[in-house]
Nanobody, 131 residues
Framework: QVQLVESGGGSVQAGGSLRLSCSVSWHTYTHYCLGWFRQAPGKEREGVAIIDNDGDTSVSDSVKGRFIISQDYTKSTLYLQMNSLKSEDTAMYYC?????????????????????????WGQGTQVTVSS
């Protein structure tokens, strides 16, 4: 079973930056969507950004222009570069994956479908932004 391990969370002041990483264990899937989700206390888990195996992306309106999702194929690592952080970005951030044997995973569709579309999850990393 594929495993996801997040790192890079921490505490930062508003306006600062953080980069989250998600290490993806070895697999043979050629079609997939990888994504970042976040969940604040008392709120539902929300999609932040999605990327597919071709590098196409979809980003939530709440972070568009501030967050960038990317992947390093050689390192099997997913990244989330978070800039201009705001207090409302404070949450537990999760890495998630949707793998498939064939067909295409569309990032826009995956982001709209939300957490239920993804079935492999990391343990999460906490991001705290102080104002």
């Amino acid at each position: 079973q594929v495993q996801l391990v997040e790192s890079g969370g921490g505490s930062v002041q508003a306006g600062g930056s953080l980069r989250l990483s998600c290490s993806v264990s070895w697999h043979t899937y050629t079609h997939y969507c990888l994504g970042w989700f976040r969940q604040a206390p008392g709120k539902e888990r929300e999609g932040v950004a999605i990327i597919d195996n071709d590098g196409d992306t979809s980003v939530s309106d709440s972070v568009k222009g501030r967050f960038i999702i990317s992947q390093d194929y050689t390192k099997s690592t997913l990244y989330l570069q978070m800039n201009s952080l705001k207090s409302e970005d404070t949450a537990m951030y999760y890495c998630a994956a949707h793998f498939r044997e064939e067909g295409t995973c569309y990032p826009d569709d995956a982001l709209e479908r939300g957490a239920a579309f993804f079935y492999t999850w990391g343990q999460g990393t906490q991001v705290t932004v102080s104002s």
